[in-house]
Structure formats: C-alpha cells, structure tokens
C-alpha cells in the first residue's frame, strides 16, 4: 500500500467550486484499479494555508500511475483548476502508532 | 475525532536529524490525553516539497489544545526545528470512502 497526499490552496469562498472539481476528479478515481480509499479534510481554521488535503490510499505505486491516464489529465487540466494551488506527491508510512 | 496534518520541508541529507528531532515530539505527544494515533509519511520522491508528513488523530480539539503546553512549546522551539518549514493545522472530515 501506498500514500498520495494532496494539499490545497482555496480561497475563502472558493470552497463550494473546489469541491465540484474535487468530486469530478474523485468519482473517477475511485472506479480505477488499485483505489482503496480516500478521506478528504477541510481546515477548522479559514486562514489555514491548505485549506484541503486529499488523503488517498493506492495498492502500490504502478496502480496510481496507470490510474493517471489522458482522461484523468484532460480532467485536471480544466481552466477551473488554476484557481488551486495543489501539492501532489506519493508516500510511505515509516512510523505508525495507536494507542 | 479530529486530525492534525503537519506537512515538513526537509532538505536532502536532513531526513535522519528530522526523524530524531519529530520522534522526541512525538514521544511526548503520545503521553498526552486524547491522543489517538498517527502516521508518519516520507515522500517516495526525493525532491516532493514536503518530503516528510505527519497525520495525526486526536479527540477533540480540546485535547489538542491542552496537549500543546509549556513543555511542547520548549521541545519545539529548539533552534535545530528552524531548519525544517512545517504546516501545522487542524482538519476535519468532509469526505470518505473506502473500497
């Protein structure tokens, strides 16, 4: 299992169309091959940095490539998107507790 | 339950000076009331922004609060953090599903 984390910039007031692009990206993604799940989060505080953060898990990392295909690419490459700043990277857990 | 994500900028070559200085963070967290769990993640990429970041579950913001006392501000105000820019901020869930 890999991590994908994605952390966004939103302007205050931007957050209802940031989340119709988000939900577009996110119902195809879920369909693809090696998605397990995702949970997506919203800051308490409106001033936060990223005001988002996408937390996704992937069976390994050939799936997430495979998943990022000319119709996802055409799908983020909406004008609607450059009104976000994201920060997408992949991931592996090196600690991990729960009491 | 609420989460805290800190996202941290580590130069190349840093990583194990952060992992000793995150650990001695951690350690003490993990002692405090509400403290659920967390997970820590290294980028895949050596050059991802964010090569380090922490995912943190608590109780309630209360907890959080509380748990962020004299003592954690004196471990995190050493000098040695200044080398490695954090994102620290509080989130809640808005959106998640599991396959």
């Known amino acids: 299992m890999i991590k994908f984390l994605n952390s966004f910039e939103v302007p205050v007031g931007r957050e ?5 692009l988000w939900q577009a990206v996110n119902d195809v993604m879920v369909t693809r091959p090696g998605y397990v799940g995702h949970v997506l989060h919203r800051s308490l505080a409106p001033d936060a940095r990223y005001r988002f953060v996408n937390y996704v898990t992937w069976e390994s990392v050939a799936h997430h490539r495979a998943a990022h295909d000319d119709a996802f690419r055409a799908l983020v490459s909406a004008p609607e998107w ?5 920060n997408p990277a992949l ?5 991990e507790n729960k009491r």
């Open 16 to 20: 209802d169309d940031f989340l119709v």
């Open 91 to 95: 991931y592996e857990v090196v600690s």
């Open 82 to 86: 450059n009104s976000f700043v994201s």
